[in-house]
């Protein structure tokens, strides 16, 4: 298969250590893949979905104890503690080397070890960087050939070279026993004892952001918890940005936007790369290039319709694998909460126990069919706005970088950086407020800078001295943006309507980048003029609401100017200065 001293030496040495009954190698093919999946349904790891309805689908389910990331067991693991805390779980290289050893030790006996090779990013891109995962999972097999490039064509680019060494093992899905930890001063990443997406596909958060954020910051590129989207104006021209938000912030919708009726009249199209993750590069002409690396969706299912998403909903209908949603036995398809108001009469819930829609709990409640974090992994390719740069191998040039946060009071619905240095700060201080239904307690602020805070493979004030010294290396660069979709009036309520409704915001966004539109200066960037968002058959949207929408409440803005102090400190002293210049600056425009 590969004559690559380095990789036939790992795959021994986890051999020796593992002790797997037979090793396969993955080699991309249709056949081998057919055959694993109908090995997966005779094992029962998959149920076959109605291959009419949903041709080339399968159901999985989690155990009980296994259904999303865990934070609390995710460690990023380095010689120095420094070079990891204080925002990530630390363990000692060697100490956690020691200790993933031992839970490895004998853990394939009388199973399989599958060898996959994968590419992040399009195969023999010099954006493209490679992975070998080693795993007993055929359900991460399976998964893995959805979201990444694999097989022959894989070990064929990498040839003699280097690439970042997964190995995994779900051994008994014990939750005391579960660790995913992350060595990126040795190339290397290691999960046991769980079997859900986020924990055991290498190639996603794992590789694509920890890891790849610590190859960024020594190689001199950027690895982001970015979407990047197309807007295609009538003329034919399309403009690219990459946009940054936490969790239960719309980046889905906004990935997949459809622009509102007043816009596709015109004849705007809205062309979605990429989703979760960009890969950015300085390009020969100065600017910032950005493609995905990943190669298919892990998406999250509740609330997921043909109304909140039809192009998310439509990619999963073919060749997807839903995980830990409610399995209709009437006609064996899948339902979740929020598909639509039908919901199946005679169903599995998620862990497999008899479910109908009427049914409701001690309190009178509905009783949930699927996990609240069930998930569909569906090919890119299947996506109908996908861009047709998707595979360009040097990606596609970036006008703006757009950061964003669940707000009610504080930021406007959209401001513009300064200058670079400042979008940093920007972007370091990004937040959401918590509602009611996460925590009981409202309003509380959550920093997640560029939304990367569980993500970072290396300490956060060196990240933000990476995104400072980029910027000194991009002679032509994109405009940094903020938006808040979330402001509310006084009862609560959202004032913009959001969805596709956001285009508007976006389009004012690349009027600013071509220089096309004037904006006020205010103590924390440049907001628009009312008359320049476009509102036009928009219900219930004045001049006035846009007005509403971007003031700058300066008593509100110096609280907040107090919590990114306290968060600079709970970072350390290597938080960079020009970050704490920033801070100044906006302390004496809040004073003026």
Request: a negative charge; glycine letters at 8%; charged letters at 25%.
């Amino acid at each position: 298969m590969t004559k690559n001293k380095k990789l036939l030496d790992f795959i021994k040495e986890t051999q020796e250590l593992c002790n797997p009954e037979n090793i396969v190698w993955i080699d991309g093919s249709e056949e081998q893949l057919e055959a694993l999946r109908a090995q997966a349904v005779d094992e029962k790891i998959l149920i076959k979905l109605n291959q009419e309805k949903l041709p080339g689908c399968y159901l999985h389910r989690t155990t009980v104890n296994d259904v999303a990331r865990v934070e609390d067991r995710t460690f990023i693991c380095s010689k120095n503690k420094d070079d990891s805390a204080p925002v990530n779980n630390w363990m000692e290289t060697g100490e956690a080397m020691k200790m993933m050893k031992d839970l490895f030790k004998g853990v394939m006996k009388g199973r399989t070890m599958y060898v996959i090779p994968y590419s992040m990013g399009a195969v023999g891109s010099k954006f493209s960087k490679i992975g070998i995962e080693l795993t007993d999972s055929i359900y991460v097999v399976l998964n893995m050939a959805i979201m990444t490039r694999v097989g022959n064509k894989v070990l064929e680019a990498l040839g003699d070279g280097d690439f970042v060494k997964g190995l995994h093992s779900y051994a008994e899905l014990s939750e005391e026993k579960r660790y995913i930890c992350h060595f990126p001063e040795e190339n290397t990443i290691m999960s046991i004892n769980s079997n859900y997406g986020g924990n055991v596909l290498l190639g996603k958060k794992c590789f694509a952001l920890r890891i790849a954020s610590y190859l960024g910051k020594t190689e001199g590129w950027m690895a982001e918890h970015m979407l990047i989207l197309g807007i295609e104006n009538p003329k034919g021209e399309i403009k690219y940005v990459a946009a940054a938000f936490p969790s239960a912030c719309g980046k889905t919708n906004l990935a997949m936007l459809i622009p509102p009726e007043i816009y596709k009249n015109k004849g705007y199209k809205c062309w979605c790369v990429g989703d979760d993750i960009a890969w950015i590069r300085v390009g020969e002409d100065g600017r910032l290039w950005a493609v995905n690396p990943e190669n298919g969706f892990f998406g999250v299912a509740p609330g997921t319709n043909m109304k909140s998403n039809p192009n998310a909903l439509l990619s999963t209908r073919k060749n997807t694998i839903f995980t830990n949603v409610v399995e209709n036995l009437d006609d064996e398809t899948v339902w979740w909460e929020g598909l639509d108001k039908n919901p199946p009469k005679n169903a599995l819930d998620w862990k497999g126990n008899p479910w109908n829609g009427d049914m409701k709990d001690a309190n009178g409640k509905p009783v949930k069919g699927a996990h609240p974090n069930s998930r569909f992994t569906a090919p890119t390719v299947n996506c109908p706005c996908l861009s047709d740069q998707f595979e360009a191998p040097d990606g596609v040039p970036l006008s703006a970088i757009i950061f964003g946060g669940r707000r009610a009071k504080t930021a406007p619905l959209v401001y513009q950086s300064t200058d670079w240095n400042n979008g940093v700060f920007v972007g370091s201080i990004m937040a959401s407020e918590t509602t009611a239904a996460a925590t009981g307690a409202v309003g509380v602020v959550r920093r997640d800078p560029m939304a990367m805070r569980p993500f970072v493979g290396y300490n956060m004030g060196d990240y933000f001295k990476h995104w400072i010294d980029m910027g000194k290396k991009i002679k032509n660069q994109p405009k940094i943006f903020n938006v808040n979709w979330f402001r509310t009036d006084d009862e609560g309520n959202f004032i913009w309507p959001g969805f596709g409704d956001n285009l508007r915001v976006l389009d004012w966004i690349l009027s600013r980048c071509e220089d096309k539109v004037d904006a006020k200066k205010t103590a924390i960037g440049y907001v628009p003029y009312a008359k320049d968002i476009n509102i036009e058959g928009l219900d219930g949207v004045t001049t006035e609401t846009i007005e509403e929408l971007t003031t700058v409440d300066a008593e509100t803005w110096k609280k907040e100017a107090d919590g990114i102090e306290n968060f600079y400190k709970e970072l350390g002293d290597r938080v960079p200065k020009e970050l704490y210049d920033e801070l100044d600056k906006l302390k004496a425009n809040l004073d003026k």
